[in-house]
């Protein structure tokens, strides 16, 4: 059964106020960041038929609270470990009351659950220690990269060939510039400890290796420094005058603050 049944990716939940993705093929489910409510996430795994004992880790990229939120919540009511870096663990310690004996502290290498194969990479944002991950099921691979502000050739490498993909498309250059943040913020965001405008995202796409048919969604959109229709104008438009067939070669979605976008893999 969980040889053929597809890898996929439902965001529960993208934005400035909250991030959780989970990434499933047959029984085998890891979260990504859980920055919303433990009760939000064990009623959304419900709605897609998912229980939270079968979930086999939880990934956290950094300690922000828009990525740990239920952290706390979640580990008092479930026996689940904890992946992330030492540094990261250290930060969610001071700000959370966590069981220390619940962390696995992610090193080079990848590490399997189940049908899942799972690889962190560092970022660049202003945190301890941020990653991204990938996560391979046969011939499917399914790629993390949000909070970042930059795309490095190694963190390029690591979106290589990527089927289905979860990229940061979260602010519009004029939008920060003239919108409500304080001059320090409009920097931090701008940032290559930062987080990816719209531009950045499209040239990521654009110069990354890509199989021949990927899924994207566009992932921790700000909510007062750019918008869906900005996203889809400014990153389209680069993609088709880069030469990308939108449809037939890649499928874009949005991330949402609060409803599940989905993708999963299809046969080739």
Partial sequence: MSESSPLEVHVLASGSKGNCTVIKKGNSVILHDVGISCRRIVNDLKE?????????GIFISHEHSDHTAGLQQLLKRFDIPVYTKQ????????????????????TKGSLSLGNLVVESFGVSHDAADPIGINVFAGKDKATVVTDTGVISDSILHRMDDTTLLVLEANYDPHM???????????QRVASDEGHLSNEMAA????M???????????AHRSENNNNAVLVTQTIGKMLVDGGVRIGPEMKLQHGQPNETVSMQSVKR
């Fill in 48 to 56: 897609l038929h998912i229980d939270m004992a079968q979930v086999e």
């Fill in 87 to 106: 540094g990261t663990w250290r930060e969610i310690q001071d700000k959370l009351i966590v069981p220390k004996n619940q962390l696995i502290e992610l």
């Fill in 176 to 186: 920060l510039r003239f919108g409500p943040y304080q001059p320090f913020l409009k």
């Fill in 203 to 206: 040239r990521a796409l654009l």
């Fill in 208 to 218: 990354m290796n890509r199989p021949d048919f990927m899924q994207v969604i566009l």
